[in-house]
Nanobody, 115 residues
């Protein structure tokens, strides 16, 4: 099964940018669906953005125009470029992969936005 490792989180001021990376343990070009989710303490895990194997993307209304998901199949990596960060973007961000019956989550990376 594919293993996912997130990186790139940290502390940033409001209005700043971060790029999250999700490195997969195997080739991702055949993985149907990959996504970024986020979760705050006491909150539910919510979809931030997704990308399919054909490159189609989708994102939550709250991040449209600010966050961009992309994938580099040659590097087996999915990225989340986050610009114009707001305090409400503070959360643990998780990478997710779905391919047929296979479902995998990464361990998460903390993003903290100071106002």
């Amino acid at each position: 099964q594919v293993q996912l490792v997130e990186s790139g989180g940290g502390l940033v001021q409001a209005g700043g940018s971060l790029r999250l990376s999700c490195a997969a343990s195997r080739n991702i070009f055949s993985i149907n669906y990959m996504a970024w989710y986020r979760q705050t303490p006491g909150g539910q895990r919510e979809l931030v953005a997704s990308i399919t194997s054909d490159g189609s993307t989708n994102s939550a209304d709250s991040v449209k125009g600010r966050f961009t998901i992309s994938r580099d199949n040659a590097k087996n990596t999915v990225y989340l470029q986050m610009n114009g960060l707001k305090s409400e973007d503070t959360a643990v961000y998780y990478c997710y992969a779905r391919n047929g019956e296979e479902r995998r989550w990464g361990q998460g990376t903390q993003v903290t936005v100071s106002s």
